[in-house]
């Protein structure tokens, strides 16, 4: 059972940075995957940015060149979020997804989620 935790978010004017952070109960070596997703009102939840086990990153186009995610090597991952726009309003959720090697399966679990609002 991996347990996480965000902080960080809150309320930014266009352009504005934040940097949200998520405190795993595990070290982040022993998890495959953590990431970052989000989700508008009314709208479906979407991968933000992945880090994986070994350091490789990954963000969606929507945020490319934007936003960035990276770990302390210990047990925190953080998304930093520049030149924010009002699409980018959203509780943003951690992820971590652990592959267990005996049977191929994948747990996923989620932090409690944190808001984010761009005002203009």
């Known amino acids: 059972q991996v347990q996480l935790v965000e902080s960080g978010g809150g309320l930014v004017q266009v352009g504005g940075s934040l940097r949200l952070s998520c405190a795993a109960s595990h070290s982040i070596s022993s998890i495959n995957i953590m990431g970052w997703y989000r989700q508008a009102p009314g709208k479906q939840r979407e991968m933000v940015a992945h880090?994986?086990?070994?350091?490789?990153t990954d963000v969606a186009n929507s945020v490319r060149g934007r936003f960035s995610i990276s770990s302390d090597g210990e047990n925190t991952v953080l998304l930093q979020m520049n030149s924010l726009g009002v699409e980018d309003t959203a509780v943003y959720y951690c992820?971590?997804?652990?592959?267990?090697?005996?049977?191929?399966?994948?747990?996923?679990?989620w932090g409690q989620g944190t808001q984010v609002t761009v005002s203009s």
């Open positions: 880090i994986y086990f070994g350091g490789r």
């Open positions: 992820n971590a997804q652990v592959l267990n090697v005996r049977t191929m399966e994948w747990r996923q679990y």
